[in-house]
């Protein structure tokens, strides 16, 4: 998952570093007053999310599939704790009523 982050940061990152050429080199308009570094992040925002939904496809799939199987894992863990806990309050409770 951390891959993927650092992956998609790189291309927000490219992103932001061309708009912000295209903006000051006159290429892309710029904002109103002192709203252009928000105009800058916004439209590196907005290249930036489909660039990433389809280059890093692959890689979303990958980290989709790890994050799965830790939740199943977690939940036999779970599962499994639970068990440990009905035994031990069942064999007490027949200790209990055997005494």
Do not use: H
């Not at 990152?13 to 002192?34: F, Q």
């Not at 979303?60 to 779970?78: F, T």
């Amino acid at each position: 998952m951390l891959r993927y982050t650092l992956m998609r940061l790189g291309i927000f990152v490219a992103c932001l570093v061309v708009v912000w050429g295209a903006v000051y080199s006159g290429i892309a308009p710029r904002g109103l007053g002192n709203s252009n570094g928000l105009w800058v992040v916004l439209l590196a925002l907005l290249i930036s999310a489909p660039i990433s939904f389809v280059v890093l496809r692959k890689e979303r799939d990958r980290a989709s599939v790890q994050v799965a199987q830790r939740v199943d894992r977690m939940k036999a863990n779970l599962d499994a704790n639970r068990s440990q806990e009905d035994v031990a309050d069942d064999t007490a409770r027949a200790q209990g009523q055997t005494s």
